[in-house]
T-cell receptor, first 114, second 113 residues
Framework: DSGVTQTPKHLITATGQRVTLRCSPR?????VYWYQQSLDQGLQFLIQ?????ERAKGNILERFSAQQFPDLHSELNLSSLELGDSALYFC?????WGQGYEQFFGPGTRLTVL | AQSVSQHNHHVILSEAASLELGCNYS??????LFWYVQYPGQHLQLLLK??????LVKGIKGFEAEFIKSKFSFNLRKPSVQWSDTAEYFC???????????FGRGTQLTVWP
């Protein structure tokens, strides 16, 4: 158990819908990262937050957004869902950001869009 | 942009065979290097990491990796694999100061008992 929690574990929804994935980082970790794992693209970085502020953006679609709240938990919002959005979404956290800090991964949320 | 290449998509071995999984990255500056393992249906777990110092890094479960800067490589090794090592293995690189990881496409290891 990495100490990073993600809910829900599984999510099945229809095209065009909107979902919210939730991540709670390890106690004391200020930085949260979201990654998407799909068969087509592999593991790809989506977005990073540090202490409530966005730090870096990767291959995140405009239909997707995220935020980190004052209690440091983070939510990833996916809207206008398409079949291709079906993937495993991982959250990771680290104490700080940048080199020299290990990222701990949560169990992931498996999203299936029908 | 940084990139990571894992040369083998699927490796099949018998128990007790030796393992080496290749990983090459493209980034000219200081890097942090990682190997993660993902067992079926589970999340990513860190096997080992290299930040600085001794380029030969020992991790959990008998795995080790060697950082060869001149070859931009960070190959994973294990002298004798077990059936329980069946999993997918990901090499990852962090070369910027922002913290994000760049992952390879993964290598599926299947070990036959």
């Amino acid at each position: 158990d990495s100490g990073v929690t993600q809910t829900p574990k599984h999510l099945i929804t229809a095209t065009g819908q909107r979902v919210t994935l939730r991540c709670s980082p390890r106690s004391g970790d200020l930085s949260v990262y979201w990654y998407q794992q799909s068969l087509d693209q592999g593991l790809q970085f989506l977005i990073q937050y540090y202490n409530g502020e966005e730090r870096a953006k990767g291959n995140i679609l405009e239909r997707f957004s995220a935020q980190q709240f004052p209690d440091l938990h983070s939510e990833l919002n996916l809207s206008s869902l398409e079949l291709g959005d079906s993937a495993l979404y991982f959250c990771a956290s680290s104490v700080e950001w940048g080199q020299g800090y290990e990222q701990f991964f949560g169990p992931g949320t498996r999203l299936t869009v029908l | 942009a940084q990139s990571v290449s894992q040369h083998n998509h699927h490796v099949i071995l018998s128990e007790a065979a030796s393992l080496e999984l290749g990983c090459n990255y493209s980034y000219g500056g200081t890097v942090n290097l990682f190997w993660y393992v993902q067992y079926p249906g589970q999340h990513l777990q860190l096997l080992l990491k290299y930040f600085s110092g001794d380029p030969l890094v020992k991790g959990i479960k008998g795995f080790e990796a060697e950082f060869i800067k001149s070859k931009f490589s960070f190959n994973l090794r294990k002298p004798s694999v077990q059936w329980s090592d069946t999993a997918e293995y990901f090499c990852a690189v962090r070369g910027s100061t922002l913290g994000r990881l760049y992952f390879g496409r993964g290598t599926q290891l299947t070990v036959w008992p």
